[in-house]
């Protein structure tokens, strides 16, 4: 959508990136375009969250509940969901599961801001009107939708020390792979 200079909190000027170069540079190394995910490759997959999932993956961070999903992710989604295979998804990106895979249970946290300590929290209200469940969680802690074979975690939606977000992401991994029975 735009690149944001983070040094001062706002978009970068006349700046613009190729999001797979910026994957690639994230990752440190081969990424492949999701178009080409297949389940049959694959025993589960998990979705990052961040700006990216509200702003590339989605348009959510714009349009709120009224969000459209990229063609590939919303396939993606559907895929593995129909493939009966695990799907982690963590901070924003729960909302592309409520918003794509009907009556999805999700967290992105709690539903209040409590002060300052959850300043996302309208976003449950959006899972709702998205159709999904919306589950308070704490940020340590992941909520695991066994019918829908999901893991999520508030992860980054939560004002909190680093450790307790690893904490929660963890939890959400393990979720993951305890759902693929390996």
Same mark, same amino acid.
């Given at each position: 959508?735009? @690149?944001?200079?983070?040094?001062?909190?706002?978009?970068?000027?006349?700046?613009?990136?190729? /999001?797979?170069?910026?994957?690639?540079?994230?990752?440190?190394?081969?990424?492949?375009?999701?178009?080409?995910?297949?389940?049959?490759?694959?025993?589960?997959?998990?979705? $990052? %969250?961040?700006?990216?999932?509200?702003?590339?993956?989605? *348009?959510?961070?714009?349009?709120?509940?009224?969000?459209? /999903?990229?063609?590939?992710?919303?396939? @993606?989604?559907?895929?593995?969901?129909? #493939? %009966?295979? $695990?799907?982690?998804?963590?901070?924003?990106? $729960?909302?592309?599961?409520?918003?794509?895979?009907?009556?999805?249970?999700?967290?992105?946290?709690?539903?209040?801001?409590? %002060?300052?300590?959850?300043?996302?929290?309208?976003?449950?209200?959006?899972?709702? #009107?998205?159709?999904?469940?919306?589950?308070?969680?704490?940020?340590?802690?992941?909520?695991?939708?066994?019918?829908?074979?999901?893991? *999520? *975690? $508030? #992860?980054?939606?939560?004002? *909190?020390?680093?450790?307790?977000?690893?904490?929660?992401?963890?939890?959400? /991994?393990?979720?993951?792979?305890?759902?693929?029975?390996?």
């Amino acid at each position: 959508m735009h @690149v944001i200079d983070h040094s001062k909190g706002q978009p970068a000027e006349a700046e613009s990136r190729n /999001v797979l170069v910026e994957s690639a540079r994230i990752a440190r190394g081969k990424i492949t375009d999701l178009a080409k995910l297949s389940t049959k490759d694959h025993d589960a997959i998990i979705f $990052p %969250g961040g700006f990216g999932a509200a702003k590339n993956l989605s *348009t959510f961070a714009v349009d709120g509940k009224d969000c459209k /999903v990229n063609g590939e992710v919303e396939r @993606v989604l559907k895929e593995f969901h129909k #493939a %009966g295979k $695990p799907i982690g998804l963590c901070c924003i990106s $729960p909302v592309l599961a409520a918003k794509v895979l009907s009556g999805a249970e999700v967290t992105v946290g709690h539903e209040e801001e409590e %002060g300052g300590k959850w300043p996302y929290a309208g976003t449950a209200v959006a899972i709702k #009107a998205l159709g999904g469940k919306h589950c308070v969680k704490e940020v340590t802690e992941a909520h695991v939708d066994v019918n829908n074979k999901m893991v *999520t *975690t $508030p #992860a980054f939606m939560c004002e *909190t020390e680093l450790h307790h977000i690893f904490d929660g992401i963890g939890a959400m /991994v393990k979720g993951v792979l305890k759902l693929t029975g390996k």
